[in-house]
């Protein structure tokens, strides 16, 4: 059982601070930021749940029927992610590369404690058997007491690598295009990995500047225990609102530039691009067969394709499709059903994720995967982990993979170029934090 409390805040951005700082206090922290961001399917503008009752966590065998139970035995706020690996419950599929963050595939916990931030309004929602702590919590929120993480390390230090260098990406994308104009897939997602060994972060920093720099509306600081996430995504995989289930891939990617009439231009060339708006509307129909395997018969329907929006770095192509279930539909069928997102694999997904496992050359893990949430009335939203820093601190291991989209109009130069661009706001925190 919850007890929730509401209250007013005059000063919401001191307020979230000094909540995220009182946040790593805990072994479990899932946070989202919408940055300002709303569009018509925008539920808050921050939301955090910390300290978990239960938790749950395993492999890729059988993931999904597990998370089945333990979603089903809570029948409350559970808070957590799924790996891309998770491919590998869902079709024959296998994950050869080492695991060097050594996340469990799946891992979700019932929270305590969950707060979200909505205008100027506070909603806090405590289990009952820490439901006295509201109102000291919230006074403490507005005291002058400032909360400090335990570590303080200075970026400077971290020296990135490379996964693989320019020659061997453009062999890789070649070997890719050759499967394409085979015929064996229409597109696919291929990613090369950015890291550094033997490092230490401040993550909670790291996540601060990356968010003031990228300012996204699916940002996330996820803490469990000694792993992180640290994200700036754009790009929600899937919501769900009542029997509606909403999806918003992201393919095409623009620069920002500070010249207004030049930034105005590269937004039409993207809106504009024959090859941006074909990678964008393949995804749509992937994304569309996924969302039908959960649908009622003929629900199915794209609200807005190949829509552009700008973010504090960049432009991007956006679709929405959206469709109907039956109320009494499981929600981890939807989520089985759906993922991986197709944005993040290809076309066809299946096959595409064979050649993708064999051309990329380390272990996706989280990235590409999912954070997000359930809550007790059966509703969830999930985003996407693209723009993301991924970090194990006992292992002293960084990473920051990044991808783009290789069709039969790919050319190589330029998808290294938007990797680049995709890896700057990342690799720039890293090293001159």
Known sequence: MRITASYKVSDTTAFKRKLLEWAQSFDEVVWFDSNGHRDRYYSFDTLLAVDALTSFQTDFINGFD??????????DWIFGYLTYDLKNDIERLSSGHTDRLKFPEIHFFQPKKVIRVKDKEVLFDYLNIVADEIQTDYEMFLSKHSYKTDIHLNNQSVKIKMGIFKDEYFRQVKKM??????????????CQEFYAENTRIDALKTYQRLNSVSKAPFATFLKLHDKYLISASPERYLKKRGTKIISQPIKGTARRSDDIKTDRKLKLDLQESSKERAENIMIVDLVRNDLSKSARRGTVEVEELCG???????HQMISTVVARVEPEKNIIEILKETFPMGSMTGAPKVSAMKIIERLEAFKRGLYSGSVGYIDP????????????????DTEKY??????????ALSNPESEYEECLLKARAMRDVLENG
């Open 377 to 392: 009335k059966g509703d969830f939203d999930f985003n996407v982990v693209i723009r993301s820093i991924l970090y194990n």
């Open 308 to 314: 552009v929006y700008s973010f504090a770095q960049v």
């Open 177 to 190: 295009l050759v499967h394409i104009h085979r015929g064996d897939i229409y597109e696919a997602n291929f």
């Open 398 to 407: 960084v990473s920051f993979p990044v991808g783009s989209a290789i069709t």
């Open 66 to 75: 597990n998370l089945k139970e333990y979603q089903s035995a809570t029948k």
